[in-house]
């Protein structure tokens, strides 16, 4: 059973990605050519349905970071900048510029994206702690850096601005990280 919540939870992906926050459960059901009903013996509702493909999302993310974390061949500052910009090889192609659409009509399934972005920063902050300590960033508080990505990642997800760009999501993350690192200096 676990299997076909992972299926549907990635097909939720496949749709969001194709259709933005206008999909159905009946495209998920032909998608994966099973019925309604089977959705919904493993899902109560859509909400719960998102809750659990968000949360999925979130812990794919993590193993992504933990793997970066263990390589070796990573200087401190390429794997802090990697670990922050961190998204699994199966997720690089969500449109993230269309979570925005969340917020207005699936408010709590926003605030879940949102409450996920500004938790699980022990890693990161330890990176940015070691990076500093070895001289290879300036020593700023790590609140700041910590609020300064926070907010630019809430930003990218919580407009249409970055989907009005030719930025993929992940370009701009990759830009964000690049600014916050090396500055705008010339």
């Given at each position: 059973?676990?299997?076909?919540?992972k299926s549907i939870m990635d097909s939720v992906i496949n749709q969001f990605n194709q259709k933005g926050m206008k999909f159905t459960m009946d495209d998920i059901s032909r998608e994966l050519h099973i019925s309604k009903k089977?959705?919904?013996?493993?899902?109560?509702?859509?909400?719960?349905?998102?809750?659990?493909?968000?949360?999925?999302?979130?812990?794919?993310?993590?193993?992504?970071?933990?793997?970066?974390?263990?390589?070796?061949?990573?200087?401190?500052?390429?794997?802090?900048?990697?670990?922050?910009?961190?998204?699994?090889?199966?997720?690089?192609?969500?449109?993230?510029?269309?979570?925005?659409?969340?917020?207005?009509?699936?408010?709590?399934?926003?605030?879940?994206?949102?409450?996920?972005?500004?938790?699980?920063?022990?890693?990161?902050?330890?990176?940015?702690?070691?990076?500093?300590?070895?001289?290879?960033?300036?020593?700023?508080?790590?609140?700041?850096?910590?609020?300064?990505?926070?907010?630019?990642?809430?930003?990218?997800?919580?407009?249409?601005?970055?989907?009005?760009?030719?930025?993929?999501?992940?370009?701009?993350?990759?830009?964000?990280?690049?600014?916050?690192?090396?500055?705008?200096?010339?």
């Open positions: 059973m676990e299997n076909l919540r089977t959705i919904y013996k493993e899902f109560d509702d859509k909400d719960e349905l998102f809750f659990a493909t968000v949360d999925y999302g979130f812990a794919a993310i993590k193993e992504k970071e933990a793997e970066i974390i263990r390589d070796e061949s990573l200087d401190i500052v390429d794997k802090l900048s990697k670990v922050i910009v961190c998204l699994p090889d199966n997720y690089r192609n969500i449109d993230f510029r269309m979570v925005y659409q969340l917020r207005d009509k699936y408010p709590n399934v926003y605030n879940r994206v949102a409450g996920r972005v500004e938790s699980d920063w022990e890693e990161t902050e330890k990176l940015l702690r070691q990076a500093m300590d070895m001289g290879r960033l300036k020593k700023v508080p790590i609140p700041v850096v910590k609020l300064t990505i926070e907010g630019a990642i809430e930003k990218f997800l919580s407009t249409e601005e970055l989907s009005k760009t030719d930025l993929t999501y992940e370009e701009a993350l990759n830009e964000m990280i690049d600014i916050i690192i090396n500055g705008l200096k010339a």
